[in-house]
């Protein structure tokens, strides 16, 4: 009797044993499993994280080159329109500057057809003289008006960049490269000559 108690005695602790050694084995694996997870999880986590780093970069320089691309864009459209409209303007104000001068010159063209029918019925020279005289200072004025001045001559050394040379005539030392006459009247505008003097210089 005492026997059978022993025996089952042992195989109540063998069973306990086993079951405990179970429970260990299981834990264990469980907690094998865990780890294996998260360690997968951190290996995906930080494979992901470089992936969306890159993209959001991409994205960034992608922005960043629309946006230069549409500021060039725009640039070039205003260069081009201020470039046409400067050229319209400047074409603009040739014309208004052609027909301003036209205009000025209307009243000397009027006084100068009066004048020729003034010839024509004038008894005296005396007359003619006179209306001739008030056209040209007309002239002179408009002349002026527009900027426009008689180039010296006679008496001043002769210089290249306003008077042409059409004879030499012999004089004394003193008069050497002097303009002694003009046979053509030379004009300036502001500092641009719009026609040379034609001069005669001392040799």
Do not use: W
Not at 30 to 42: I, L, V
Not at 61 to 87: C, G, H, I, P, S
Not at 145 to 151: L, R, T
Request: glycine share 4%.
């Amino acid at each position: 009797m005492a026997e059978d108690n022993n025996i089952e005695e042992q195989k109540v602790e063998n069973a306990e044993e086993q079951t405990v050694e179970a429970t260990a084995e299981t834990a264990e694996a469980a907690a094998s499993e865990t780890a294996e997870t998260t360690d997968s999880e951190a290996e995906e986590t930080a494979t992901a994280e470089p992936v969306d780093e890159r993209d959001a970069k991409i994205a960034e320089l992608e922005a960043q080159v629309a946006a230069q691309k549409d500021q060039y864009l725009r640039l070039y459209a205003e260069f081009d329109n201020y470039k046409k409209r400067t050229l319209k303007e400047k074409a603009e104000l040739i014309q208004t500057a052609g027909k301003n001068v036209l205009e000025q010159m209307l009243p000397l063209i009027d006084d100068v057809e009066r004048a020729m029918v003034s010839v024509q019925k004038a008894d005296s020279v005396d007359g003619v003289k006179e209306g001739i005289d008030l056209i040209y200072s007309k002239f002179v004025k408009f002349l002026d008006s527009n900027n426009v001045k008689e180039i010296e001559t006679v008496g001043l050394p002769f210089n290249t960049d306003f008077h042409e040379a059409v004879a030499q005539v012999p004089m004394g030392e003193d008069k050497k490269g002097v303009v002694i006459d003009c046979t053509q009247k030379g004009y300036i505008m502001g500092e641009k000559v719009v026609r040379f003097a034609k001069v005669v210089i001392g040799a």
